[in-house]
């Protein structure tokens, strides 16, 4: 079990202004049932703008309930600018603190708040809406909300992304891009983490780039399509071209916008080198991929 | 572990601390204490004292059923396993793929069962391994192993079963069977942590997996894990015993948690074939409520239980087992399973069963996704 602060216990076990205010002033929703947690956020003014009452809703674990109960008392009596300067840290701080795999249920209160305020702001939507590029398809973070928690927390390994926010934690798929953003924003500072990645080499001998094409499969592309319930095998690789066969299916595939076949030669190109085509072995290329939201 | 086992274990600590490997006095009495355990461990499964191997551990006899399997035929480079084996089968086939091994995942049906025609159609002159569970970890849900085997020696393939989960629960009997390779786990018959067996049927190709010694005949090298393997011996003992009054009584006992639940908790449903499932196992999803905050909540009242949402394991995705089973990830964030055992009273399945409506109740007050 996890290792919980009596704070967290307390605000899961006796959770503070559990419900939904009606007619809120502002109201924030995030996160989903699919993703394995969820908040919805309300909260009412008084006449001199500060807030009155907040109330959350939350489907998730013992953190996140924890999370959502202890935002909404902290909320209370704060003007909406000041709750708009609430990081995920004071909610943090203010539990005693949470395990870092946890981090991300206050990454989600935050989330909640901000949508929120915007809600009370521009009547607009009440749902956090994904800006920018997404990085992680399977929990659905932009490049925006990474640099965020990297930022805001000072993170400096993949590892510590995904426990911020997810990202990098379903298929892994997006792990070499987190890591290309933890470069960016923190430079020097960014440790060694992701060795097992492979390096694009100089020249390459023919073995050498078989080598790495099998171990790119291997490591970057099998593992998401395998989440996702299908799998791809290398037949054969003719000078630059690499010939793949999909096996199985990619039901719950995200992925709506490329064909797999692209998903796969990006990969290589990232990996091996700029030069790779990949083409689909005969068959498998019969058979339509089936990509659903 | 079951106090008959300790009482077993506990003068090999102190008085009797030979090592088996030594010539004088002291090791000859630990040798023949192995001896036994090896007599029990077989006795239980229906097989030869020689075809034990005692080992460390239910991961290593899996490492060193798999590993030396294909090690032992270097020619072949296919391996046939399912998407829901334990990860220390999963992870070491996986594994395989980067020494240039093509691993097939069988598929399982919504129920958690096999296809056993894809299976067969599998199987070919290339193939070295079929590993497959005998009863699943998470859902209890048994597949055929008998028929696996027999359907899969004859077309020259070692066949490795995992059966930390059945053995003990379900009777064995390995010389009718056509079973290559099998693996327990000391623990899971309520024998001492730290210690497993693998089965290797007598004729089977097998590479060593720890070598530097002449323990185990040469099969697994080590100074042997004396309590721990004469604890399992007496563990195996007693499941042999216990085994009809187990799939009896705890089976009962888990019929009566798992009927009563499912009709008192609204929007539950239970995961896995109930045909062919161990006696002891249910695993029940709670729609729009997530595992851990349940398993919490139970802890609370002094019940243990497991779970397979993501926020239990520390992954952020729920099982790869209700997953591979098509169980939706609503569902899947919201599944517990309770294990039972011989040691489990009625009082305690009574209590479970008035306790667990109120906390599914409290977190749906709690849940967005509940109108009110």
């Known amino acids: 079990m996890w290792e919980y602060t009596d704070k967290v216990k307390e605000h899961f076990f006796n959770p503070r202004n559990v419900g939904e205010i009606e007619q809120p002033d502002g109201i924030g929703e995030v996160g989903s049932l699919a993703c394995g947690d969820a908040l919805k956020l309300t909260f009412k003014l008084d006449q001199d703008g500060r807030i009155r009452d907040a109330k959350f809703k939350t489907f998730g674990c013992a953190s996140a309930i924890a999370t959502s109960s202890v935002l909404t008392e902290m909320l209370k009596g704060m003007t909406v600018e000041e709750a708009a300067k609430v990081t995920n840290r004071d909610i943090a701080d203010y539990l005693g603190g949470l395990p870092e795999q946890k ?30 590029k997404v990085v992680c398809n399977c929990f659905g973070v932009t490049e925006r909300e990474i640099e965020r928690v990297i930022r805001e927390n000072n993170l400096t390994t993949v590892e510590e992304v995904t426990n911020y926010c997810k990202a990098g934690g379903g298929c892994g798929g997006c792990k070499g891009e987190i890591e290309k953003i933890i470069e960016r924003l923190q430079g020097d500072k960014a440790k060694e983490v992701f060795a097992a990645a492979p390096r694009k080499g100089g020249r390459l001998t023919n073995i050498q780039k078989i080598q790495l094409i099998q171990r790119t499969i291997n490591e970057q592309i099998r593992p998401a399509l395998r989440a996702h ?65 | 572990m079951a106090e008959e086992v300790l009482q077993e274990m506990k003068p090999l600590f102190c008085e009797l601390y030979g090592n088996p ?72 086939c996986r594994e395989q793929e980067n020494h240039g091994y093509t691993v097939v995942e069988l598929g399982v049906d919504d129920k958690g069962r096999l296809d056993l025609a894809q299976l067969e159609k599998e199987v070919d002159d290339d193939t070295a391994l079929v590993t497959i569970m005998y009863a699943n970890n998470e859902t209890g849900v048994v597949f055929p192993i008998d028929k696996i085997a027999e359907l899969v020696i004859g077309r020259g393939v070692v066949f490795h079963t995992d059966a930390v989960q059945a053995v003990g629960k379900i009777a064995l009997d390995l010389s ?12 899971k018959l309520h024998g001492p942590k730290g210690v497993g067996v693998l089965y290797v049927r007598k004729g089977t190709r097998l590479a060593p997996f720890m070598l530097g ?28 015993e216990n085994i009809v009054q187990e799939n009896e009584r705890v089976g009962s006992l888990r019929d009566k948690l798992e009927s009563a639940i499912l009709q008192k908790c609204p929007d539950s449903r239970l995961n896995g074939d109930k045909e062919n499932r161990l006696p002891n196992t249910t695993n029940i999803s709670f729609e729009y409520i997530e595992g851990e905050a349940i398993l919490l909540m139970l802890d609370k009242f002094g019940i243990c239980a497991s779970s397979g949402s993501a926020c239990t394991s520390g992954s952020l995705e729920p099982s790869h087992v209700l997953r591979a089973m098509g169980v939706p990830f609503t569902a899947a964030h919201g599944s517990i399973r309770f294990s039972l055992s011989r040691y489990n009273s009625e009082e305690e399945v009574d209590y479970t069963i008035e306790k667990m409506p109120e906390i599914v109740n409290k977190l749906r007050k709690l849940s967005p996704f509940v109108a009110k």
Not at chain 1, 126 to 132: C, S, T, Y
Not at chain 2, 36 to 56: H, M
Not at chain 2, 214 to 220: D, F, L, N, P, V
Request: aromatic share 4%; proline share 2%.
């Open chain 1, 103 to 132: 981090m991300h249920c206050s990454v989600m209160g935050r989330e909640a708040l901000e949508a929120a305020i915007e809600n009370y702001r521009t009547g607009g939507r009440k749902k956090r809406k994904l800006e920018g």
């Open chain 2, 213 to 240: 010694g002449h323990q185990e005949a040469g099969r697994r090298a080590g100074t042997e894990n004396v309590p721990g393997i004469v604890g399992l011996g007496k563990a195996c003992e007693l499941a042999a």
């Open chain 2, 176 to 187: 009718n069977s056509n079973i290559d390779l099998l693996s327990i786990s000391g623990h």
């Open chain 2, 21 to 92: 490997s030594s010539m004088h006095t002291f090791g000859g009495q630990i040798g023949r204490r192995i001896h036994k355990a090896r007599e029990q461990v077989a006795a239980l499964i229906g097989c030869g004292p020689s075809e034990i191997i005692f080992t460390s551990c239910g991961t290593e006899s899996d490492n060193t059923a798999i590993k030396g399997a294909l090690a032992a035929y270097p020619n072949k480079r296919k391996i046939i396993t399912t998407r829901v084996e334990h990860p220390a089968v999963l992870a070491v």
């Open chain 1, 229 to 293: 319930g299908g799998d791809i095998e290398l037949i054969d690789v003719e000078g630059d071209k690499a010939m793949v066969a999909f096996r199985g299916m990619c039901a719950q595939c995200r992925l709506t916008e490329f064909t797999m076949k692209d998903v796969v030669e990006a990969k290589l190109r990232e990996f091996v080198s700029e030069e790779i085509i990949v083409e689909e072995e005969g068959e498998s290329a019969q058979v339509p991929h089936e990509h659903r939201e």
